[in-house]
């Protein structure tokens, strides 16, 4: 089971195999973007064999990136994509994808079917550029910033560029305070956030194996950039320029290239919806704009408007409704009984709640898309004796079925009937492929009654024993 820590600024440099050689094109997956956006993303990880698997939690919702395997292999990313989903599923989390590259998104479409969302938001693409364009700035297509370098180089001919150095801190900081009082007049929140995150950084740039740069003229620094080599791109994380020197961003930008950038491509991150800043970056014309997928799969209950109501040779399942609050509460309160369904109310149950909490309770769940409670109707009689659910929906096609009976009800029958339905629901109307059960190893006659059903088992543990059913067996 997938064992997810927060990511401490600390940790980030366990990263480094899995970024060094990465494919995606994506600034996410490098050690600088983790280390800047830490506070913001709020990180966790986890490491499942050779793959890396990161999530961020954003406006309350936890965002898993694509499992990066070190080696490569495709097989041993999905087997983290099922891990995942397992993860989710035990652990009641929404499965939200973040950063999906486009090379690895046929795969999960294929794998989610035609039940699956997918965003590709403009602001959060990175900008790639050939490496090249801006070692040189050759061409008509670049004589803007040719020309830019050129005023800047005639207008400050003592300038020069040189490697940052540790000892060159102290100095840099003093740029960036002069920086920041010049070029931040506007309140900008991630403005904001990005430059508190460059003071932080700045100490670690060599232990996080990064690269620097100072451009210098008339005796000060101008302009400083800072980046990093991620497979055969560098990621410029880093470029701050004094506006108040003509062409310090073009003249930073190429020399910055010039020492650094042995590579193909360069990555110059997205620009966050800001208008000025996406204009600047298009007009040095990039080569790529890199997709970065959001994809939300779909459950077999996320399109469920109401609870159905199904009938079988002496049973009616159908919700529960306000006149039975009494007996459905004997049934949810029975402490002794319950320990076999897995759950004890006591847990999450309000110290003043009365008994209506309890079926109040089980509606919520299904307007949450949490699980599919039905009362377990007498046809005859019209009585309530149980309840019979399914739950824990999974992302291909599956889901758990439970059921629960009151004392008296026992002994005939019903909870076999009540499952085998279900079941059948499941399969022809939400097109399940798959039906999960399990109960607990001392629990002989629920794994009587599920075999009995038409369940196969299919293992155990030392809690459980598990059991399945397709819709061919």
């Known amino acids: ?7 401490q600024k600390e940790d980030i440099l366990r990263f480094a195999p899995w970024f060094a050689g990465q494919t995606t094109h994506i600034a996410d997956y490098s050690l600088g973007f983790q280390f800047m956006w830490h506070k913001t993303l709020a990180p966790d990880f986890a490491f499942f064999g050779d793959v890396l698997i990161l999530r961020e939690l954003y406006a309350g919702k936890y965002y898993f990136y694509y499992p990066l395997s070190l080696s490569g292999s495709a097989q041993a990313e999905e087997a983290a994509l099922a891990e995942i989903e397992k993860f989710c599923r035990d652990n009641d989390v929404r499965l939200h994808f973040t950063n999906v590259p486009r090379a690895k998104l046929p795969a999960l479409v294929l794998r989610y079917g035609s039940s699956v969302a997918i965003s590709n938001n403009r602001r959060w693409r990175d900008y790639l550029y050939e490496a090249e364009d801006f070692r040189s700035f050759a061409g008509k297509r670049h004589a803007g910033q040719r020309n830019h370098v050129n005023k800047f180089k005639k207008l400050y001919p003592d300038w020069s560029f040189r490697p940052y150095r540790r000892e060159d801190l102290p100095r840099v900081i003093a740029f960036l305070k002069e920086y920041e009082g010049v070029q931040l007049e506007k309140e900008d929140r991630i403005a904001d956030e990005e430059l508190s995150e460059v ?60 020492a650094f950038a042995d590579v193909r491509y360069l990555n110059r991150m997205d620009d966050a919806g800001d208008a000025g800043l996406r204009k600047s970056k298009l007009q040095y014309l990039p080569s790529e704009l890199v997709d970065k997928y959001n994809v939300i799969p779909g459950r077999a209950i996320d399109g469920v408007q109401r609870l159905p109501t199904l009938e079988t040779e002496r049973l009616l399942l ?12 004997r049934l949810a309160s029975d402490v002794k009984r319950n320990a076999y369904w897995g759950y004890d109310y006591r847990e999450d149950m309000p110290k003043n709640a009365d008994i209506s909490w309890f079926l109040q309770s089980a509606r919520e769940d299904f307007h949450h898309r949490a699980e599919m409670p039905l009362g377990i109707y007498i046809r005859e009689t019209g009585k309530l004796i149980g309840e019979v659910v399914l739950h824990r929906f999974g992302y291909r096609a599956e889901a758990e079925v439970g059921v629960r009976l009151l004392p008296e009800a026992e002994g005939h029958g019903y909870a076999r009937e009540a499952v085998a339905a279900y079941t059948e629901y499941g399969f022809y109307k939400l097109n399940l492929e798959r039906a999960e059960a399990k109960c607990f190893r001392e629990n002989d006659r629920s794994a009587r009654m599920l075999l009995s059903s038409g369940m196969r088992e299919t293992g155990g543990d030392d809690v459980y024993r598990y059991f399945y059913r397709t819709p061919e067996m």
């Open 318 to 329: 159908r919700p529960v409704g306000d006149e039975d609050t009494e007996a459905y509460s």
């Open 1 to 7: 089971m997938l064992k997810f820590r927060h990511t």
């Open 199 to 258: 003071y932080a950084i700045l100490p670690h740039l060599e232990e996080l194996g990064m690269v620097a740069g100072i451009l210098e003229a008339q005796g000060r620094i101008v302009a400083f950039s800072a980046g990093e080599r991620c497979g055969d791109m560098l990621v410029v994380h880093i470029e701050k320029a004094l506006r108040g020197f003509e062409g310090a961003y073009p003249a930073i930008a190429q020399q910055f290239a010039l």
